[in-house]
């Protein structure tokens, strides 16, 4: 068996992510390891924490990367915050909500779930109803869904957990850098993320941001060496001796103790993927968080004419689409996977198909990160026009790109 | 707020891990992202599985890379094989046996441990021994601890645990690559490693194989979707309604099957880090991994032949010693951190200090991966001997770089 080097083919991936990384963020990743304590590394890791809370717009001191894929990073949120037995409300608007659901249901929460449907979100009155009736420790909610392409409003959120003395967790993967996000001013407690869709790297390192609140209702939960721990009868009402938290590796109580001043050796930090992170974040932070929020917004923008210009149906409430990926109906008579695969075969382009009840009936195209860039729409909007017409739908000839560059100009 | 790019301090990484990266692992990760599903990708997964086999020395179909460093991959096998209240026996003879512990204990299970002192292995009897005493559905072990420099014997350990009907779980992260291992001829079930030690790339992706009755004990505890799940009460006698896993991402049974050809969707892998495990792989298996441990055990052999020619004193039982590193006695009058900070600052080499009862006491020395290297363990001798010069020890000039070209000669 002998293989070659890694020499993947060119791809623009226009789906719902991953996204191209920045070819920037890919060069930090090729730097040298260096030591786990050396003043490099940890200089790297402080740093890493300001720009994170330049993008996550907070002051929170607890704001550092979890060593995984956006979904450790939710999962490090909810089994450090949820003890078994808590009560859990998720308003659930797509796929990611039942997800959130899924975890805290193994960390042994008592679940409660409001749905939407897919293409609409929630408004607060119907959130804070649900909270009245629940009564929960914590609200857990997405706020973009790639799944249904919609955007949850939290501004109003945070005041109502304030009020009803609700923890409020976010999972922002898909959303964060590319829809507008305020860690502090719109009173959110933890929000987890991840590099792969609108910060322009590659999956694998989780950003997440802890208010000093939800810190200390981790850290009354931290693990006292074996032999000390108080016994599980005393653990239900003093918050110093809350349950143990289920994982070692998910334990934000030890993963604070790593990345704050103590230095408590915890994993071994995967040192390329936090170069990823920082360099993502460092970009981010140079363009300026609204000026990113408005590129995608433009983009995001162009592309929807575009396929509106090319005759397609868009889905969902458009009133709260994310600004980084549409949803399109696949036109009548098109072989939505054979299409997708002349994207892919013949123009080097990925757009992304769907789940559940939207599976074989949409599209998903993304302009996300660094694809949210005039050229990655046009071309796959010129693309798209070529598939389309080769598949036997009416498009007009440059409906498209024509659109999309009106709203360019 | 403005920070610059990424660029590290040149380090030779001679400590107890990470250590320094093969360089063309870290060009491959600075290869562009192609998507989930392309056919690139999925091709590349199941290159970096039959990879991983012969790393592993294993024909097991299930053979893959969990997104996260080490330490994740050892949550992800314990989590996945340990329902609450199983017992488990982990012979502990360092601080990784420690770890074991510590992650069965959040799993529920029902901890057994016998312990060897430091710097000692443990007998195939004594293993024997407490197996037969503790009847433990699963062996936990470490095969090299770097905490103690030593590699714990596992070739007549499957054979026992199979006369027990005990499964057997090895943490090979700080010895594979380094040290003869053989998952199939010494009937292991499964064995998770880490990139940063002998297998030269960075932490952040964790090497995993599983038997296929490892397997089907994990599969037996598959998540059935919310509704359609068994109650508790039925939970535990059918291994088809084992108790469900209390992780979603560690969750081995939906790992498999999103690395199986069912490829269902899970975490969105962790591109980049899947470019670097590969790489590692690939060229580990393009040398040989008779040869790899070869070039460890000879390096490893020049480097105590340098430390010993300089005067030091070797901790432990050296006929157990794993090849990547040495522990050596800090010499009397000499400042232990100071001369570290020296090794660093002046030589850009960095060496290891040492945890709990050799902290401050002994340094640890390795030689492992991309590091385990003749000019590597050369400079590493040269720079020590101007160190403790400096420092006031005693040293023959010239005396560790000699004793380790006797070696080579």
């Not at 068996?1 to 083919?9: A, E, K, L, S, V």
């Not at 720009?51 to 990073?73: H, K, M, W």
């Not at 910060?199 to 810190?215: E, F, M, N």
Request: net charge negative; glycine share 12%.
């Amino acid at each position: 068996m002998t293989y070659g080097q890694i020499n993947p083919p060119s791809r623009l991936l226009m789906g719902p992510g991953p996204s191209t990384a920045d070819p920037r963020v890919l060069r930090a990743m090729a730097a040298a390891m260096i030591g786990q304590y050396d003043p490099a590394m940890t200089t790297y890791m402080t740093e890493t924490s300001e720009l994170y809370r330049e993008v996550f717009r907070t002051t929170n001191e607890q704001t550092f990367l979890i060593d995984g894929t956006s979904r450790a990073g939710i999962e490090s949120a909810l089994v450090s915050l949820l003890e078994p037995g808590d009560r859990v409300l998720v308003p659930v608007f797509g796929r990611f909500g039942h997800l959130l659901v899924e975890i805290a249901e193994r960390c042994g929460a008592d679940v409660h779930t409001i749905e939407a449907e897919w293409g609409q979100v929630f408004a607060p009155e119907q959130i804070e109803a649900a909270i009245i009736d629940v009564r929960p420790k914590l609200l857990a909610i997405v706020q973009g869904d790639t799944a249904t392409t919609m955007c949850q409003p939290l501004a109003d959120l945070g005041e109502i957990c304030r009020r009803h003395d609700v923890l409020f967790y976010c999972d922002t993967t898909a959303s964060l850098g590319g829809n507008e996000f305020e860690q502090d001013a719109w009173g959110l407690d933890v929000t987890t993320t991840g590099l792969q869709k609108c910060l322009g790297g590659p999956s694998g390192s989780a950003p997440i941001t802890i208010s000093d609140r939800a810190a200390a209702v981790i850290n009354g939960r931290k693990h006292i060496e074996a032999g000390l721990r108080p016994s599980e009868a005393e653990s239900d009402d003093d918050p110093e001796v809350g349950a143990r938290i289920a994982s070692n590796y998910f334990d934000l109580a030890m993963v604070m103790d790593y990345w704050g001043p103590k230095r408590l050796n915890h994993h071994t930090e995967a040192t390329s993927m936090l170069y990823a992170a920082r360099e993502c974040a460092r970009l981010l932070v140079g363009e300026g968080m609204p000026a990113a929020v408005e590129r995608h917004r433009l983009h995001g923008a162009a592309m929807l004419a575009g396929v509106q210009g090319l005759g397609m149906s868009v889905f969902g409430d458009l009133a709260h689409k994310m600004n980084n990926v549409v949803g399109v109906y696949i036109p009548e008579g098109i072989d939505g996977d054979g299409a997708r695969a002349a994207m892919l075969d013949d123009f080097g382009i990925e757009i992304g198909t769907s789940f559940g009840p939207l599976q074989g009936k949409v599209w998903r195209i993304g302009t996300m990160g660094y694809n949210a860039r005039k050229d990655a729409v046009l071309l796959t909007l010129a693309a798209l026009e070529q598939v389309l017409r080769a598949g036997g739908a009416q498009v007009t000839a440059g409906g498209g790109v024509g659109a999309a560059q009106e709203v360019y100009a």
